[in-house]
């Protein structure tokens, strides 16, 4: 009885899955594919990955605010600093290789739905990330300024006056010890100053790394948003040309009824006409032909009596 009900309970588990119609063959019931549930999950992940870089660029810029005010930055915050910018180098690489897998999916029938979505979405996520890069490029080019203001300032500490002009220079020349010929480093402030402009040159150096490699990504995305521009430009041609068409369709449409229904009083006037003209022909055959047959029936009758 017992291996009888785990049989029974077997044949109703599969019956969940499948139905049988009416000529006994088992059809397979499938869930339906929601519409593009593939490309809208990856849409997804990319936005989640762009608002963790977001949160690694609110980091970054605190991190920049505090570097600044600090005589002496720790291991740890520095640390902590590169991570974030690591992160976001990371994610930006990943994020622009997602979105050209994408791109690649949205096939060449620009009239269809699920092109402009797609398109529209791609664009979208695409505008996005450069939007957040170009934040940061400009979040590292005010703070190698700032460092550099700093440098200068650390340099008058030591006795040696510089500008903006030659500090820029010696930054080119990638030498540290461009900013130390000269120096006169007897005095415990001396010595704070040549720290600082240590760190300073370091942090500086690391920025021109930084911005050279987003400079180059900046570049690869502007002529992917270019080109996607191109496209939308493309959508809303043909979405505005399809517009003015059915417009004039629905203009012409409108005219036609208009001319139909003025052709269709014309004929019912034209069939009244004939009709009356009709009436008025047989009305002008028949009386005539009934008073000749009066007159003729009026002239036989005293004929006939008279003896």
């Given at each position: ?9 077997a044949?109703?588990?599969n019956?969940?899955?499948e ?8 059809i397979?019931?499938e ?6 549930e ?13 608002d ?13 605010s ?9 291991e740890?915050k ?13 994610k ?21 739905a699920e ?35 700093r ?11 510089t500008?903006d ?7 080119e ?25 240590e ?7 690391k920025l ?9 990504m ?16 493309n ?24 001319y ?35 007159n003729n ?11």
């Amino acid at each position: 009885m017992k291996d009888r009900m785990i049989e029974i309970q077997a044949v109703q588990a599969n019956q969940d899955d499948e139905e049988l119609d009416d000529k006994g063959i088992e059809i397979s019931i499938e869930e339906p594919v929601p519409f593009m549930e593939d490309f809208f999950n990856q849409v997804e992940h990319i936005e989640g990955e762009l608002d963790t870089i977001e949160d690694n660029l609110a980091q970054v810029a605190k991190a920049y605010s505090d570097f600044i005010t600090m005589p002496k930055v720790t291991e740890d915050k520095r640390e902590s600093l590169e991570k974030n910018m690591e992160n976001i180098k990371i994610k930006a690489k990943r994020i622009r290789s997602q979105l050209k897998g994408l791109e690649a999916t949205i096939g060449q029938d620009d009239h269809s739905a699920e092109f402009r979505i797609k398109q529209t979405q791609v664009t979208a996520l695409s505008n996005r990330l450069v939007s957040l890069m170009s934040d940061y490029n400009t979040m590292q080019v005010e703070h190698r300024e700032k460092c550099k203001a700093r440098i200068v300032r650390q340099l008058e500490i030591t006795g040696k006056t510089t500008t903006d002009d030659e500090v820029e220079e010696m930054l080119e020349q990638g030498d540290l010890n461009v900013f130390t010929d000269g120096m006169m480093i007897d005095s415990k402030e001396a010595k704070k100053a040549l720290e600082a402009i240590e760190q300073r040159y370091d942090d500086i150096m690391k920025l021109e790394k930084s911005i050279k490699e987003l400079h180059d990504m900046f570049l690869d995305m502007a002529m992917l948003v270019e080109s996607q521009g191109e496209m939308l430009d493309n959508i809303e041609h043909n979405t505005l040309s399809t517009v003015d068409y059915v417009q004039r369709a629905t203009t012409d449409l409108s005219k036609a009824h208009t001319y139909q229904t003025a052709a269709r009083k014309k004929l019912i006037c034209i069939i009244v006409l004939v009709i009356i003209l009709l009436i008025i022909i047989t009305v002008a055959i028949v009386v005539p032909t009934v008073n000749n047959s009066s007159n003729n029936s009026g002239n036989s009758n005293p004929s006939t009596q008279s003896p």
